[in-house]
C-alpha cells in the first residue's frame, strides 16, 4: 500500500501534445514567435536566490472521501538549501506521512541535486517547442514536446506574456508514469513576477491510481520575502 502513496509524490515533485506536422507560419509571425522564445529562454535579469514563504498544501484520495492537509513555513538561500517548518496539519495521517510531508522532502532532495534540476528544466536540452498561437492580446500559448519521457517532464503547453516573456503558466500530463500503479497524471504549475522576482505561486495534480482511485494535491505560495527584500 506504501508504494500507492509514495508515487503520488512523484507528481507532485515533478518540477509535472501529440507529434503532427504543422502547417507553415507566415514569416512575419513565425519571426516574432522565434523572438518571444528568445527572450523566455534568456537568464532571468533578476533570478531568485532566497525565499520565506508560507504554503498550504492540500491532498486527496480514493474520489475525494481520504484527505489531508499541511501548512508549513518554508525557506530557500545559498547558505542553507531549501528547509521547511511545519505549523499546522490535518486530517488523514497517512496522507499527511506519506504525500504532504515526503513531497517537502522531496523537493528539498530535488533542489539539493544539480542533475534533477537540469533534467526538469524548462531549455531546449529537455523540451522542443512548437506552436506558438496567441490566446489573447496578452497571452500566448507555447506547445511542448520533451525530448525523451521522464517523470520531471511534461507533455503539453506553456502561457506566457507576450510583452514581458514571463512564463505564467504550464500545463499538461506527466511524459513518463510515475508507476505501474498511475494511469495518468495531469500538472498545473502557476508563476507570477513579485517584487521583479518570477516565483511560482500555486501547483495542482490530478493522478488516476489503480485500487486508490482519482487522487490529487494543491499547493499554495504566500511570500513574506524574496531575495531579501519584504514582500507586503
Same mark, same amino acid.
Given at each position: 500500500m506504501r508504494a500507492r502513496w509514495t508515487l503520488t509524490v512523484v507528481l507532485i515533485a515533478a518540477a509535472a501534445a501529440t507529434l503532427a506536422a504543422h502547417p507553415q507560419a507566415p514569416h512575419a509571425a513565425t519571426a516574432r514567435a522565434g523572438a518571444l522564445l528568445d527572450r523566455f529562454l534568456a537568464p532571468d535579469d533578476q533570478p531568485l536566490v532566497s525565499y520565506r514563504a508560507f504554503r498550504h498544501m492540500t491532498?486527496?484520495?480514493? +474520489? +475525494? *472521501?481520504? #484527505? %489531508?492537509?499541511? @501548512?508549513a513555513w518554508t525557506s530557500l538561500d545559498p547558505q542553507h538549501g531549501f528547509r521547511y517548518e511545519i505549523a499546522k496539519m490535518d486530517g488523514s495521517g497517512v496522507i499527511q506521512k506519506h504525500v504532504l510531508l515526503k513531497a517537502l522532502e522531496a523537493e528539498q532532495d530535488a533542489i539539493q541535486s544539480a542533475a534533477s *534540476?537540469?533534467?526538469?528544466?524548462?531549455?531546449?536540452?529537455?523540451?522542443e517547442f512548437l506552436d506558438v498561437n496567441p490566446l489573447d492580446d496578452r497571452l500566448v500559448r507555447v506547445d511542448v514536446k520533451p525530448r525523451r519521457n521522464h517523470v520531471m517532464l511534461i507533455h503539453g503547453h506553456l502561457v !506566457?506574456?507576450? @510583452?514581458? %516573456? @514571463?512564463?505564467? #503558466?504550464?500545463? +499538461?500530463?506527466l511524459s513518463k508514469r510515475p508507476s505501474f500503479w498511475t494511469r495518468r497524471v495531469r500538472v498545473v504549475r502557476e508563476y507570477d #513576477? !513579485? /517584487? /521583479?522576482?518570477?516565483?511560482? !505561486?500555486?501547483?495542482?495534480?490530478a493522478a488516476d491510481v489503480l485500487v486508490v482511485g482519482a487522487s490529487s494535491f494543491s499547493m499554495d505560495y504566500t511570500y513574506s520575502e524574496i531575495n531579501g527584500q519584504p514582500v507586503n
Open positions: 491532498a486527496s484520495t480514493r +474520489g +475525494g *472521501k481520504l #484527505r %489531508a492537509s499541511l @501548512d *534540476k537540469a533534467q526538469s528544466a524548462l531549455t531546449p536540452a529537455n523540451y !506566457i506574456e507576450s @510583452d514581458s %516573456a @514571463d512564463l505564467v #503558466r504550464v500545463e +499538461g500530463e #513576477r !513579485i /517584487g /521583479g522576482v518570477h516565483v511560482p !505561486i500555486r501547483m495542482t495534480s
